[in-house]
């Protein structure tokens, strides 16, 4: 291994340790990486790692099953990492861009223009379909509307049908749940992107990567995107990720979880392995960047999704995006009283997901700045998070996906988020 990677940037006063540690968790990180921090709206740490990374290689992750089931984890290996992060690089952010999906939900909540609690068929009336009807727009936020793939073939939604937005939405609006939605909760990788922007766009006219850039990113003036324009493909770093799991490596994942091939639940979560590691490759091409995947496929950088969360919790030169209200509702626990659908209930315990309304909660394995914190984490060990009652914003963009979410907190993180905590005058925990 190498020493400590160089890292390039910014801290303001009181806010050095953060530097140390970023580099510190950088040090065997076989790709590189940003890390921006707010504090009540202001920027106080922008850096960037700048040296080479470390020469030998991290455990690969080995799950294939996504965020929210036992055991799984990454979709590919690590594999060397691509060119440093400049200050204007921009990144694949992964599932972190699920909560640029539910910032644009919550806002048409807040202006009347979209009721959480409604049926989702009130204004997708193709969705009542197959026992959907009483499916609610919170269902969806929170994971709990059963329809966690586009297909019910294992084999999973193959490209380039995977970047038709259209003939997804259709097929979603189709499908008969694989649970009774609101009876339980798994992790909608994919699925959840398409529902809650197809929701967004029957009630806004435009679709979510068009209202986010509007009445978002514009504003706050961030280089986030949900469809990356073709001017700042110059500023793309791309991520690093091996080959992808083999079916017969998803079809055994599965079976771990004890259940049958032709179970609808096993061949759910076998679509959505093979549908994910679909987009992983796809990210690495222009049409992939360009399509706007709404649960995945955001592109940007930490320091623009720190200024995100910190206008999310409080002003940022002027703009606040969610009144108080609205925020604790969005970061109140949906899932905590529910199971996981059957037999994957078994797993439950104190390291399960959990969700708020698009966004996750902390847990054991993904702790975020504590009690009160939301988020979201992304494939690989992206994240961006916020604590309100501590002004405290935070995000962390990666090139090496090598976070194995089974195994617990991604060791990158845990060296700043720290520091950070620290500086911001958050006690340690108990």
Not at 12 to 31: I, L, M, N
Not at 146 to 163: E, Q, V, W
Not at 308 to 317: F, H, Q, S, T
Not at 349 to 356: A, C, E, I, L, V
Request: proline share 10%; with cysteine.
């Amino acid at each position: 291994m190498t020493g400590r990677p160089a890292v390039d940037g910014s801290v303001r006063p009181g806010w050095e340790a953060v530097r140390d540690t970023f580099a510190q968790g950088q040090a065997q990180d076989p790709g590189h990486a940003q890390l921006a921090v707010h504090h009540h709206g202001r920027l106080v740490v922008d850096l960037w790692s700048t040296g080479a990374p470390a020469t030998g290689s991290l455990r690969p992750g080995t799950g294939v099953l996504g965020a929210g089931v036992p055991g799984a984890g990454n979709p590919a290996a690590a594999a060397p990492g691509p060119r440093p992060f400049g200050p204007d690089s921009v990144g694949v952010l992964m599932s972190v861009s699920k909560a640029l999906v539910a910032v644009c939900a919550h806002l048409l909540s807040e202006r009347g223009v979209l009721d959480l609690d409604a049926p989702v068929a009130r204004s997708w009336p193709e969705f009542a379909a197959s026992g959907k009807a009483e499916t609610t727009v919170a269902d969806l936020l929170a994971h709990r509307a059963g329809l966690p793939a586009f297909t019910a073939d294992p084999g999973g939604t193959p490209l380039p049908g995977l970047l038709d937005a259209e003939a997804r939405t259709r097929a979603l609006a189709a499908m008969r749940p694989v649970w009774q939605p609101g009876s339980a909760f798994l992790y909608h990788a994919l699925t959840y992107g398409h529902l809650v922007g197809e929701v967004v766009r029957r009630v806004s006219g435009r679709s979510v990567g068009r209202l986010f850039a509007d009445e978002v990113a514009g504003p706050l003036g961030l280089d986030l995107w949900i469809g990356l324009p073709q001017r700042e493909e110059h500023r793309f770093v791309p991520q690093s990720a091996g080959p992808p799991p083999t079916a017969e490596q998803i079809a055994a994942a599965v079976g771990r979880l004890g259940l049958a091939p032709d179970h609808p639940l096993g061949t759910a979560l076998r679509a959505s392995a093979a549908e994910v590691a679909g987009v992983v490759g796809a990210l690495s091409h222009r049409k992939g960047r360009a399509a706007g995947i709404p649960a995945a496929g955001g592109i940007g950088n930490a320091r623009s999704l720190s200024r995100l969360y910190a206008a999310l919790i409080g002003r940022v030169d002027g703009i606040r995006l969610l009144s108080p209200r609205t925020l604790d509702l969005a970061r109140t626990p949906h899932t905590d009283h529910l199971p996981q659908p059957a037999p994957l209930h078994r797993f439950d315990g104190p390291d399960r997901s959990r969700f708020g309304l698009g966004f996750e909660l902390p847990r054991p394995g993904e702790p975020l700045l504590g009690t009160g914190s939301f988020g979201h984490a992304g494939a690989g060990g992206r994240l961006g998070m916020a604590h309100p009652e501590s002004g405290l914003a935070v995000g962390y963009v990666c090139t090496a996906m090598t976070w194995e979410p089974s195994a617990g907190p991604d060791p990158r993180w845990a060296p700043w988020t720290t520091a950070v905590k620290e500086a911001a005058g958050l006690p340690a925990p108990a």
